[in-house]
């Protein structure tokens, strides 16, 4: 079970994962051992409650498809099982992120001393700008 939070958690059942080759570096074991994983989590059939579902649509991530899968690659690691690990890891914070509310902003005014205290500076450069001028003798 991936636990998202206190009351929400998945079925690994709901996850696939593939072993594939990785990329990049890693000598002669990188073209024969197969220990980057490619996980594949399909949102629309899964067993999460609808605020997650819509909220993970919602995004604008190019790792989710106009078909509602969200594909991870891990290849971080050497091994297989630490990459699983990885991945796993990335798609529950995914979804924690998505389950996040962000608190509404409040629009605030400034302050009666802070206005007073911006237009006395102003007053003060623009004072000063003026002593710069020409000098008449």
């Known amino acids: 079970m991936l636990i998202i939070s206190r009351n929400v958690a998945i079925s690994e059942d709901e996850v696939e994962l ?22 594949r989590f399909d949102i629309r059939a899964s067993s999460l409650p609808d605020f997650y579902k819509h909220r993970l649509l919602k995004l604008s991530d190019n790792r989710i498809s106009s078909e ?36 509404a902003r409040r629009a605030t005014k400034p302050t009666k001393a802070s206005q007073r205290k911006r237009v006395d500076k102003k007053k003060q450069a623009g004072a000063k700008k003026a002593l710069r001028g020409k000098v008449d003798v």
């Not at 990049?24 to 490619?38: E, M």
């Not at 914070?93 to 389950?99: C, E, L």
Request: cysteine-free; proline content about 0%; glycine content about 8%.
């Open 68 to 103: 509602g899968v969200l594909v991870l690659k891990a290849q971080s690691y050497r091994t297989q099982e630490q990459n699983r690990q990885d991945a796993l890891d990335r798609l529950v914070a995914i979804i924690q992120d998505a389950g996040k509310t962000q608190k």
């Open 18 to 39: 593939t072993a594939i080759r990785a990329q990049g570096s890693g000598g002669q074991n990188v073209n024969k051992v197969a220990s980057a994983i490619h996980l």
